[in-house]
């Protein structure tokens, strides 16, 4: 016999499961917006000085930094096997966007002195971790 508790019980974690889907479609489109506009505003600077003559944004800094964050909060999401297994189509677009803002804020960290950038530095390995830890942890699950 079914009784409204156990309804409610169920219909809750439907509920539930249905927002963290939503949750991660959302995430998934700020990734993929955050990393476009994060390129748009890196190439910006070089494109005024040819277009202009003169730098009129400065290399990217902080923003680069915060943009760096992203990769990393959705797999942080992501975290539950379901959720990361839904997550196997964007996986490669996550590597290449973590090695870019890695590089970047790497090579702008040492060469140029900008110390904020090694939060950036630190975001993309503790994604990369991220992703390492998952896929193992997916892999027992997998047999």
Same mark, same amino acid.
């Given at each position: 016999?079914?009784?409204?508790?156990?309804?409610?019980?169920?219909?809750?974690?439907?509920d539930?499961d249905?927002?963290?889907?939503?949750?991660?479609?959302i995430g998934?489109?700020?990734?993929?917006?955050?990393f476009? &506009? $994060?390129?748009? @505003?890196? /190439?910006?600077?070089? #494109?005024?000085?040819?277009? =202009?003559?003169?730098? %009129?944004?400065?290399?990217?800094?902080?923003?680069?930094?915060?943009?760096?964050?992203?990769?990393?909060?959705?797999?942080?999401?992501?975290?539950?096997?379901?959720?990361?297994?839904? &997550? $196997?189509?964007? @996986?490669? /677009?996550?590597?290449? #966007?973590?090695?870019?803002? =890695?590089?970047?804020? %790497?090579?702008?960290?040492?060469?140029?002195?900008v110390?904020?950038?090694?939060?950036?530095?630190?975001?993309?390995?503790?994604?990369?971790?991220?992703m390492?830890?998952?896929?193992?942890?997916?892999?027992?699950?997998?047999?």
């Amino acid at each position: 016999m079914v009784t409204r508790e156990t309804e409610r019980g169920e219909g809750s974690q439907q509920d539930r499961d249905e927002r963290r889907d939503r949750r991660l479609t959302i995430g998934v489109a700020a990734f993929r917006w955050i990393f476009v &506009l $994060a390129l748009l @505003r890196m /190439f910006a600077t070089p #494109a005024t000085k040819d277009f =202009f003559d003169e730098e %009129l944004l400065p290399s990217p800094t902080w923003e680069w930094a915060l943009c760096s964050l992203t990769p990393g909060l959705l797999i942080w999401l992501a975290r539950r096997p379901a959720d990361w297994r839904k &997550l $196997a189509d964007e @996986r490669s /677009f996550l590597r290449i #966007a973590l090695a870019f803002y =890695f590089c970047y804020a %790497l090579a702008f960290a040492i060469g140029q002195d900008v110390r904020v950038l090694w939060i950036a530095v630190a975001a993309s390995l503790a994604g990369f971790a991220g992703m390492w830890h998952l896929n193992r942890k997916e892999q027992p699950s997998a047999v």
